[in-house]
């Protein structure tokens, strides 16, 4: 490689947590691609043979061992290439979160991820411990320099890659989740060390759903200007191909330009290793290709509506399902989750389940028919009068001369989820629960009732976001997919006669609003009131919301598309006194 | 403090987690019965203000700002006391999991935590940053050597405080969960740190439930020669009182013993520093007291039968509740749970409640009145055939042509959920699960059927477990409380004619030592094999054990009491391809 050009091949692949012999053979397989593209340097996300994150699977010895040589068995696969790959490495009785490095067969050196993220949905400081080493690969003369995930996210590791080591390339493996918005973050940021350093910077990130979290793609690889050179597609598989040019990065070094990176921002206590590497041989002959452009960022609705049909996707496909069913009430929560479902996983693979009540609207059947015939899925109609009425039977003689409350909805709720899970049992399909994040920040749902499920697909959807996606589904339909009835209907949980979400909770705008304040900004009561909001009302909800925690505790998994999602991403004690306002 | 005596107290407290001025009061409390017992030290559990562990509630700025606040206004109640309290710290931009020295009414050090422990059910530098400075204080000579939990289980701090700081006493204060056992191994660190260091040793910790955890008490104090001196009661407050003497401890030392702890276990990154109290007034006049002795460790059987009754005591009073409610099988499980909630709660807050069907036998029924009888709780009785036959009158259109399976079995479990939980909703008994560890683990349990209810009392307890608690309780209440024929009988879960367990599952013995090996030992497939069980029965299990990951998450907490428990303890993901054997 004794030229200026090093032809680069990102590796946006689809893993699997603890798959280790297909995540294996998935790395062979893109090797061989872009061995035929011509590619020099060939990079997969991060923890690429365990799948990330693997949890507590790291703490089994046999785990890392099977991980270890499915990594060890690349060797061949790398014949005419440079590879880095990662994976779980131990090493004297500890665990690091690595990326091998293969040059033409050989597996060569090892890089330990330095900056180990212990927070949100990050628990890496549970299984590993940091590395100490910044690490350069000297190919041939051109410099890369290499690092995983968070540890582009500080200054420290790039600039030291950058001032000590000479990289010309920052290259980084990751596997950053998503949330709304996280592709602009994180091209800042890639933009921002690629000016700091004065260095081609390129990130590859895993894509593909586990369990709460999904991981977008969306790699990047941006010029020492800091301009996006190439973008990997959102949410799908690809290889990106782009060949770094490191004569400008030299010829602005000689101008005698600045690093915008102070020194001091260089970590003192690690030590920098220069790797080196002979390099493709300089004969080897390389295809013309068309290198990776950049793709345009999606809007807000489909960057999120892709989001959500790629976790219900490869939560089903991933646990060995392929068809789900869903509770159609009528409303706007079960028909976005049903359409969501007929996108992912073709509208064969779904099943709608409609069971009226006596406090059932005609519209509920009717829109639920209508909204079934659209997508093209398959709609059962289960009535529960009677069996509420077995149970109301059997209930009398301990519920004497006590009035109708949430007991009698509750039944309900729990009746048609009863009958949901004898459907899953019986023909082996995936229950996907429907309720939103606004109804689960305030326990406005029913625990073993409309809760039930596999998956929760809109766990971390506000309410009005549930009505933004539905309409923007039925603009790229070009016709109102999701019936404009259940778009414009006012909410209700049909559960007694009369009933609106309204009676019990403020208008969605003021409830998300509240809640983003509360759950995914921390703010205090009073900070909250400094918005403009009625006390009473910023009280009860807080409330609500603190008073929940034992409901989603007992929650399915589903989808993180905000900054701070439930689950692992927010882990709250049950038991609470603690009350703000 | 002139003399060779420190009348030291340990407060042995039952906190709440976010019970900020409820914490406070009780520390104020029990201060005002040390300073009349004629203390010169009072130390209380970690984190004594906010309640341990407060997770997330650590990231709300408006938290730690109350938890400070209420810290601060203990001042006053320090008067004529030397006062240690655990509290959570921020400074400069940062959290520190703390202890602040309270001399005479004012606040005059702070010590903050070095060892964060992030494994097993602990999360602390998800919050915490370490200290970095070890502490000791001078009380007019008399040198205390002060660390909270994690600290004094690692050998360099205790090593720093004695061989640097010249420490008699290293006074610990800590929030250590309770395993079965744990009280043993607790006792084994603080005498061997003792006899290294050539100095008394104290251990204050935390007593009673919080969601998935108990915390025993058990608090020690040691001499410099490894003996227990005295002991705290497992399970209940209580404040320690012992008079520490240094001059056996200066003696040794001026004797020319060498410390057992090698001089290079002292860190040499950390600092110290020697807080100088002026020591309480030599006139002092202490009253006469009997100190507190040592308590002789608990049969294994009441060790964890008590901890099961703190776990649920606790649990339904911290969170509002008083009364519960649970499913009686006729079964060894749920005949368990009722005995434990009685003892917890008293008898007449408990109601069982009995569900028969046209599979259950004749003793189900009998059984649990005779249990009912016997424990003095009140006993409900509501048949589900008629509510059985009404969900497959409704599902027989969609069933037609299929034969009776688990979805039958299933709907009779959710069944009776839906039943216990309709009683909850009208009366506002919480629902006690009654599934034990074996069963949870394989997944031999319904979720949203056996498994609902807002704490799993047996969770972590493994069948075998299940019937040495129930004797023991029989035995001590001298009778047969838990009748012979639920102790005799094989079991079933009578969802179909004829079931027993052993249809499904091997022996108890046998699961249980697979799970262990499994589950809390991390063994493999191999590994487990060598312990002698036949390849088939453990791959079978492993499977089951996998699979199950999905209904775990959604399980109600419950008592943690083995060294592995579900929950918090094992983070497994539930999309995981990786399979053992």
Known sequence: MANDLLRLVLAQINTTVGDLEGNRNKVAAALAEARALGADLVAFPELTIPGYPPEDLLLRRSFVEGNERALRSLGPETKGLTAVVGFAEAKDGQLHNAAAV??????????????????????ELRYFTPGQEVLVLDCAGFTVGLSICEDIWLADVPAAQALKGGAELLLNISASPYHAGKRAV???????????????????????????????????????????????????EELIVVDIDRSAVQQARRAGREFAALAETAPTHLSLRVLRLAGPSSEKMKPEIVPTGVSPPLGEEEEIYLALVTGVRDYVRKNGFEKVVIGLSGGIDSALTAAIAADALGPENVTGVTMPSQFSSAGSISDSEELARNLGIKLLKIPIQEIYKAYLGELAPHFRGLPFDITEENLQARIRANLLMALSNKFGWLVLSTGNKSEISVGYCTIYGDMVGGYAVLKDVPKTYVYRLARWRNRKAGFSLIPEAILTKVPSAELRPNQTDQDTLPPYEVLDAIIEAYVEKDMSFREILALGYDPNVVRDVLRRIDAAEYKRRQAPPGVKITPRAYGKDRRMPITNRYREG
């Open 102 to 123: 293969f040059e033409d067969g050989e597996l060569v050196g090892i890089y330990r991820k330095i900056h180990l993220p212990n927070y949100g949905v990050f628990d």
């Open 186 to 236: 994180r091209q800042e940021l890639v933009s921002s060390r690629a000016q700091e350093n004065l260095a081609w910077v390129a990130l590859v990130n895993l894509v593909g759903g586990q369990d709460e979290l999904v991981f977008d793609g969306n790699s990047l690889v941006c010029d020492h200007a800091g301009s996006i050179r190439a973008s990997g597609r959102p949410f799908s």
